[in-house]
C-alpha cells in the first residue's frame, strides 16, 4: 500500500527497462516529490527522466531535465546523453562538441564519450580530429557495431574507402 522510495525507483527501472518511458516517469516523479532538491540522487533521478523524455520524443522536457540535473552535479554520462541527442538532433552543435569535450576530460577512456566526441567532430566535418578520437573508441570497444560505422564513416570521408570497408563488413 505504501512502497518504499526504493521499491518505487526499482519500478521506474523496471518500467524504463522495459521502454515503458511514460510509466517510469510517473515513477521517477513520485521519488523527485520526497527529495531535497540539492541531493545527488535527484540529479540521478532527473538524469532518468530526462532519458524517458528524450525516448519519447519530448525534446523540451528532456534538456530541462537534463539541465537541471547538471546544475546539481556535473556528470560525465550526463553531459554526454544530452549533447549526443543535440548532436542527433542538429542542434546546438558547438555547444554539445564543448559538453563532450568536458565530459571526455572526466572520463577520457570511456568509450562511449569518446566516441560522441568523435561523432560531433565528424558532423562539424573535422574529420582528422573526429578520426583521432573513433580510432579510440574503437581500440576501447572493438566489438561495438555503432562506434564500428562511426570509424568506418570517417575513415570513407578521408578518402580510405578500403579501410571504411572492413569497418563497416566487422559491423554486419
Known amino acids: 500500500k505504501s512502497p518504499s522510495p526504493r521499491v518505487i525507483l526499482d519500478i521506474a527501472n523496471i518500467a524504463k527497462n522495459f521502454e515503458k518511458y511514460d510509466l517510469s516517469i510517473i515513477y ?42 547538471l546544475k546539481i552535479n556535473e556528470n560525465s554520462y550526463t553531459l554526454n546523453y544530452l549533447a549526443y541527442s543535440w548532436l542527433e538532433r542538429n542542434y546546438k552543435i558547438d555547444l554539445a562538441i564543448e559538453m563532450l569535450e568536458k ?3 572526466k572520463n577520457n577512456n570511456d568509450p562511449y564519450i569518446t566516441d560522441s566526441v568523435g561523432w560531433g567532430y565528424y558532423l562539424t566535418k573535422d574529420y582528422i580530429k573526429a578520426e583521432a578520437f573513433l580510432k579510440r573508441a574503437v581500440m576501447l570497444m572493438p566489438n561495438d557495431p555503432i562506434v564500428n560505422d562511426h570509424y568506418g564513416d570517417v575513415l570513407w570521408k578521408l578518402g580510405r574507402k578500403m579501410e571504411a570497408n572492413y569497418f563497416w563488413k566487422n559491423v554486419l
Open 28 to 69: 521517477y516523479s513520485k521519488i523527485l516529490l520526497n527529495l531535497d532538491r540539492d541531493f545527488i540522487l535527484y540529479a540521478d533521478i532527473l538524469y532518468r527522466t530526462g532519458s524517458c523524455f528524450e525516448r519519447l520524443g519530448q525534446y523540451k522536457k528532456a534538456d530541462a531535465d537534463f539541465l537541471n540535473s
Open 103 to 105: 565530459a571526455n576530460k
